[in-house]
Each structure stands twice: as structure tokens, then as C-alpha cells.
């Protein structure tokens, strides 16, 4: 079994370290989405979930997304090289070499420890959070002064990073190069951080972070969707879920006449599909059902290994790669949604919610819901509280 760690939600309402002294909800009402925020110490002592050797070998596998960028500034010709893991052995320059940065994008789905680092901002919402890339740079290192269509915390972990900051007034990239760096970046604010500090950026500020000799820093992403394409994804689950249209439901036109344009579409055909789609997305359970199948979809990337069933009166505890969610009327977990209601739907919301059950609440769920947990545990989704 993989160890996995039972976190304990964080107190919305008291003053943490971690947001400079603010509560999680002075912090979004005063931060969140409208102005940066920098935070002296906001993990003191903190660690690398990972490595420096530990992280080179994530970057070889063919399952983890890394990327590595290199900055020459006496190539005119080729000032920024960008290449895409997996890294052969030894295939990384040397952290001796200045100018380097290595890029591992979900570090939380393969380190325990960064899963754990992450859920220390589960104040915010889990459709929201999206995952924890970790920035490995030699001295001098960055990706050039860019920006991001999210909300991102910038925790730096080992050694020092001097940051610049300003308002995205400009938003033109240099061309020819294979990452979008803004070609006319204005700073208006510098801060180096050393370990511990981290810096909030709501969407659109423009950044650029150099490294101060050899250091790591977490970037905490955001998903921030694009309308267009994530309705086209949840339009597409409400279809693939459409039952079979019954005979009443097909279109009929016993009134058309006979016509001398047959090239034109039909008035009553267009009305019909209006009609059809109305109907369709009109259905606010089935619209919520198709929302949250989307938002715990699991990456393409993702896979589990296979666990065992459950002994009874033990607790239960997510892997850190499930996704679990819930609305009213459903529970989530990785791309599934369960009808749920009553006293089971009370301690799936709870499981959802703690990540973890415990053993007397497992005990409390009925025969089929605990027969789902069985399920989830043979494919690998839950584990056995130990």
C-alpha cells in the first residue's frame, strides 16, 4: 500500500503564517483574483518535497511532464532553447552550468510530500486547484519575464530567487523564441525571496524570476477555464450520457409541402435543434452531473496501481492522485458521478472533503456504499487508514 497522510482542513478563520497573518478569508476577500501578495516566511524551515537527485530521476520517466529551458544570453541566434522531458540519464547540464532551469509539472500525483504541501491551500476550492510544479534552476536561471491567465503562489524551497514584478500593460511576446517572454516587460516591484518566502500573483501580473545561485521554487497553480472550451467539454458529457431518444422524441414533419428550393434548410428543423439543445442544457442535474465528471477527470498520464478489498472497521484514505468532488446531488471521484442522498451522501461529502474517513464513519456507510469503497480500493483509488 502507498502511504498516504490524513490532512486536516485548514481553519478559514484564524490568522495563518502561510497568507502573511491573514485569515484564509481576509486573504481571498482582500488578495484573491485582485492584487499580489508578498509573505515573508510563510513556511519557516521549510524543505523540498524532493530532492535535487530525486527530482533529475522524475524528469527521465515517461510518465511525469518536465520540461528544460536554457538561457544563452551571448547566443543572439538562440538566446532561449526549450526541450521536453523524458531526460535520458546524465542528459541534464550540470547545476555547475549557470542559465538552466528544469520545469516537473504535477509533482503532487508522484511525491507524497508535495501532495501534502499542496493541500495546505485547499482553502480555496478543489475544481480550482490544479497542481504543483517544482522549478529547479542553476544560478541565473529562469523562464524570462512572462505571464500567467492564473492564479499562482511562489514558494521558494532551497536558496534565493530574486523576483520582478509588474502590471500586464503590454502583452506583445518577443518572436522567434519557443516560449511566450514579453518583449516589453516594465518591472514596478523586486523582491529576492530566500526559503520560506512566497509570493501571490493573481492572472495577468507579469513576472520574471531569476535565481540567485542554485534553488527550487513551487509554483501552486490554478485552473482557470476557458469558457468555449470547457463548455464544449461538459456539453460533450451531457451528450455521451443522452439515453437513446424514444420514438415520440424524433423529428417529424407530416406538414412540409413540396419544395422548389430543396437546398434551404427547414424553418421547423431549425426550431427543432433549438428546441433540442434548450432542453438539454436546461436540465440543472444534468448540467451539475456532466460539471463535476469534467472537473475530476483524471490527465491522460494518470494511472493507479491495483490495490485489495477493504477489512472491515478500518478507515479509509484517498491516494493522492483521486480526485473527489460533490454537489448536491452526486458524488464525484475521478470522472464518475454517483447519485447520492441521506446519511451515505453526508459521509462520501466528508470522505471528499478530509480526503479521509475513519473508521467508526466507514462503519456508519450502508452495505452498497461500502461495497463502492471496496470498489475503489481494488482499482486503487482509496487505501486502508493504517
Given at each position: 500500500?502507498?502511504?498516504q497522510a490524513?490532512i486536516?482542513?485548514m481553519?478559514i ?5 502561510l497568507l502573511?497573518g491573514?485569515?484564509?478569508?481576509a486573504?481571498?476577500q482582500?488578495h ?5 501578495l508578498?509573505i515573508?516566511q510563510?513556511?519557516?524551515g521549510?524543505?523540498p518535497?524532493?530532492s535535487r ?5 522524475l524528469?527521465?520517466r ?7 529551458v536554457v ?14 522531458g523524458p531526460?535520458g540519464?546524465?542528459?541534464l547540464p550540470?547545476?555547475?552550468r549557470?542559465?538552466?532551469t ?5 509533482l ?6 508535495a501532495h501534502?504541501?499542496l493541500a495546505?491551500?485547499?482553502f480555496v476550492p478543489d475544481?480550482?486547484l ?18 500567467d491567465?492564473y492564479?499562482v503562489?511562489l514558494?521558494q524551497?532551497h536558496g534565493r ?8 500593460k503590454?502583452?506583445e511576446l518577443?518572436p522567434g523564441v519557443p516560449?511566450?517572454?514579453?518583449a516589453?516587460f516594465?518591472?514596478e516591484?523586486e ?5 520560506g518566502?512566497m ?7 507579469a513576472h ?6 542554485e534553488c ?10 476557458e ?6 467539454e ?13 420514438a415520440?422524441?424524433?423529428y417529424r414533419d407530416p ?6 428550393t430543396p437546398a434551404?434548410i427547414p424553418?421547423?428543423?431549425r ?10 442544457v436546461g436540465e440543472?442535474?444534468?448540467?451539475a452531473c456532466?460539471l ?15 490495490g485489495s ?10 491516494d493522492r492522485?483521486?480526485?473527489m468532488?460533490?454537489?448536491r446531488?452526486?458524488v464525484?471521484i475521478?470522472?464518475?458521478?454517483f447519485?447520492?442522498?441521506g446519511?451515505?451522501?453526508?459521509l462520501?461529502?466528508r470522505?471528499?472533503?478530509?480526503r479521509?474517513l475513519?473508521?467508526?464513519?466507514a462503519a456508519a ?6 461495497a463502492?469503497?471496496n470498489?475503489?480500493a481494488r482499482?486503487g483509488?482509496?487505501h486502508a487508514?493504517r
Amino acid at each position: 500500500m502507498i502511504a498516504q497522510a490524513t490532512i486536516p482542513p485548514m481553519q478559514i478563520t484564524t490568522e495563518q503564517a502561510l497568507l502573511g497573518g491573514l485569515s484564509a478569508q481576509a486573504f481571498m476577500q482582500r488578495h484573491w483574483q485582485k492584487k499580489p501578495l508578498l509573505i515573508r516566511q510563510a513556511i519557516p524551515g521549510v524543505a523540498p518535497p524532493v530532492s535535487r537527485a530525486a527530482l533529475f530521476a522524475l524528469a527521465e520517466r515517461d510518465d511525469v511532464e518536465s520540461r528544460l529551458v536554457v538561457h544563452d544570453e551571448g547566443n543572439e541566434l538562440r538566446p532561449w532553447r526549450l526541450r521536453h522531458g523524458p531526460f535520458g540519464p546524465r542528459s541534464l547540464p550540470s547545476p555547475k552550468r549557470p542559465g538552466w532551469t528544469l520545469l516537473v509539472q504535477g509533482l503532487d500525483l508522484h511525491v507524497q510530500a508535495a501532495h501534502e504541501l499542496l493541500a495546505r491551500f485547499r482553502f480555496v476550492p478543489d475544481a480550482r486547484l490544479d497542481d504543483l510544479m517544482l522549478s529547479y534552476a542553476s544560478h541565473g536561471g529562469g523562464v524570462g519575464p512572462h505571464f500567467d491567465s492564473y492564479d499562482v503562489f511562489l514558494l521558494q524551497v532551497h536558496g534565493r530567487r530574486r523576483w520582478r514584478i509588474g502590471r500586464l500593460k503590454d502583452p506583445e511576446l518577443q518572436p522567434g523564441v519557443p516560449l511566450k517572454i514579453l518583449a516589453n516587460f516594465r518591472a514596478e516591484q523586486e523582491w529576492l525571496l530566500e526559503a520560506g518566502d512566497m509570493l501571490y500573483l493573481p492572472p495577468r501580473w507579469a513576472h520574471d524570476g531569476v535565481a540567485d545561485g542554485e534553488c527550487m521554487t513551487c509554483s501552486i497553480g490554478f485552473r482557470a477555464p476557458e469558457r468555449a472550451r470547457f463548455g464544449s467539454e461538459v456539453l460533450q458529457r451531457m451528450l455521451d450520457a443522452a439515453e437513446m431518444p424514444a420514438a415520440d422524441t424524433l423529428y417529424r414533419d407530416p406538414q412540409q409541402t413540396a419544395t422548389a428550393t430543396p437546398a434551404q434548410i427547414p424553418d421547423a428543423l431549425r426550431e427543432f435543434t433549438a428546441d433540442a439543445l434548450a432542453r438539454l442544457v436546461g436540465e440543472p442535474r444534468a448540467t451539475a452531473c456532466a460539471l463535476g465528471e469534467v472537473l475530476t477527470d483524471l490527465k491522460a498520464d494518470v494511472w493507479f496501481d491495483a490495490g485489495s478489498a477493504l477489512r472491515h472497521h478500518v478507515g479509509v484514505v484517498l491516494d493522492r492522485r483521486t480526485r473527489m468532488m460533490y454537489d448536491r446531488w452526486h458524488v464525484f471521484i475521478n470522472g464518475e458521478s454517483f447519485v447520492a442522498a441521506g446519511r451515505d451522501a453526508t459521509l462520501m461529502r466528508r470522505l471528499a472533503d478530509a480526503r479521509s474517513l475513519s473508521a467508526s464513519n466507514a462503519a456508519a456507510l450502508s452495505a452498497q456504499a461500502w461495497a463502492l469503497l471496496n470498489q475503489w480500493a481494488r482499482v486503487g483509488w482509496l487505501h486502508a487508514d493504517r
